[in-house]
């Protein structure tokens, strides 16, 4: 039982991977919208640096200190819209035709998140890429490239439902896409741009909360200083709580929809 | 345990909000038959075709596919079927030989047989010099062709196609009925779904016609057009003017007074026309009688009945002006 949900997850992995690779759009938008951040960005505050507080967490430039921040946004980003796929073929049939096939039905929803991990980690490494070329440090050589890359993958898998669950209860690609932009302000509201330290102390608040701010501050280490191991487990923690509470969600919307 | 492949009985569908899209069903289709279900948008025919392949549950009776049942036995009866919706289903991201293989991979098809399968089936299809282009490249025939290949690969016991050639141009759809009819041949057991009359009338040997949730009536389409009885011929007559059109009308009802096969007339702008019984036999006659005697016959034309007028013996109903009422349809209600 178990055997036939990996195999028909798999295959319908490969195919959900190769559907989205093959969209040139997915990764000029994926691609440069963090990259036109990182770059531009990295100008505008160039001098917030000097603020105190920033020394401790930053790596001696603002470059340093954003592009961790920017993997991170990639993450986010890259499964923002990640729900509008399934519903694509919800409507257009191609479910209802896996649906008559003898698959188990959760194998289909499951195709379309696996991959994830992997579109995920390949943008975050791309941006990883782009930071390194532009100056930005990788203190912990590629062990932390890969620590880095599948938190980052893990993370998008995670956060994959709040874009399948008003996907699947919605039915509306134009609502999954109109409801996405409220978690928007959870990305800029992390501490991408600005140490906590920095903050408002309702923000620091907030951010305690905050899943993006666990990645974040998980991974920037990784770059500009060692592994913080501390960070990386609370940041494993957040990931798993936050791919529990939305994935049962995603799973309940989904089988409500394709029962 | 009978021999029919497909076995409904009293099939009842009830949507949430009181629609009985499906009201009290019941048919047989024996092995290797070519079963049609003749009627107008929104008669029930989706419906029960959805809950055949497990795709909708029934609010009561029975479905049973190759000796299965639908509800409780699902996976049983999916890997028997083959299913080709509406509109061709097809990953257009993937290429045509990708789409058939992932198809064929969900039904556990083996590697070796799989790539022989999906290779025979794109040659067979006339895709074979398409098969690395993606499918949504694929022109509206192609990818019906397409969405067949898929619905046969892991060899079907019983194909299911819902509305096959809607929205084909005459040349993709005689094409494909010979490609379904030599399916058949190779002893596939099909049910269809049409509102395309010459479809139902050329490619099945047995059709329901259906109408609001119910088979109004069943059998061959030969029989159910004898049934109607009368051919219609119609007489073009030429009139100077619409008083001696009136004339000759007359003139035409009073010369076949007595005429036995006749058993109807109707005056037409452009003369009569009536109905025969057996017309190909009585027309000789009919126009001996009329001949010489003031009627100018120029033109006549011999009309068959249709399985449109079986249908609109049975419904009261042209079966095409129901098309343009058919709700919009905003999920799987």
Known sequence: MLAAFFYETWHQGVRCTRRFFRVPANWISIIFFPLIQLFVFSQLFKDIIQLPGFKASGGGSYLAYLAPGQIGFTAFFAVAWSGTAILIE??????????????????????????????????????????????????????????????????????????????????????????SLLFFPIAFMSTAFVPQSLMPGWLQSVNAWNPITFLIEAIRPLMVSGYNWSAIGKAVIAIAVLGVILQSATLWAFRRLAA | MSSAVIEVADLVKVYPGGTRAVDGISFRIEPGELFGFLGPNGAGKTTTIRILATLTSATSGHARLAGFDVGTHAADVRRRLGLAMQTPTLDTFATGRENIEFIGRMHRVPGAELKKRTDELLELMGLTEVAKKLAGAYSGGMKRRLDLACALVHGPQVLILDEPTEGLDPQSRTALWEELERISRQGTTMLLTTHYMEEADRLCNRIAI??????????????????????????????PGPEDLARQQTDVRRLLEGFVPLEGLTPESFGVSLAVRDAGRAIPDLL????????????????????????????????RTEAANEPISLGWY
């Open chain 1, 90 to 179: 919800y409507r257009n049939g191609y479910m209802d035709k896996l649906r008559a096939t003898p698959i188990y039905r959760v194998s289909i929803l499951a195709g379309e998140l696996a991959p994830l991990f992997l579109e995920t980690a390949i943008m975050a490494g791309a941006i990883l890429a782009l930071s390194v070329v532009l100056g930005a440090p990788i203190k912990t050589g590629i062990g932390g490239v890969l620590v880095l890359l599948a938190l980052s993958g893990l993370f998008g898998m995670a956060w994959a439902g709040t874009s399948f669950v008003p996907a699947l209860l919605t039915k509306s690609e134009q609502a999954t896409g109109t409801l």
């Open chain 2, 210 to 239: 259906i109408d609001n949730g119910r088979i109004v009536v069943e059998g061959t389409p030969a029989d159910l057009k004898a049934g109607i009885g009368a051919d219609t011929v119609t007489l073009q007559l030429e009139a």
């Open chain 2, 288 to 319: 001996r009688r009329l001949d010489g005697n003031g009627v100018r016959v120029v033109g006549l034309s011999l009309g068959q009945p249709s399985l449109d007028d079986v249908f609109l013996k049975f419904t009261g109903r042209h079966i």
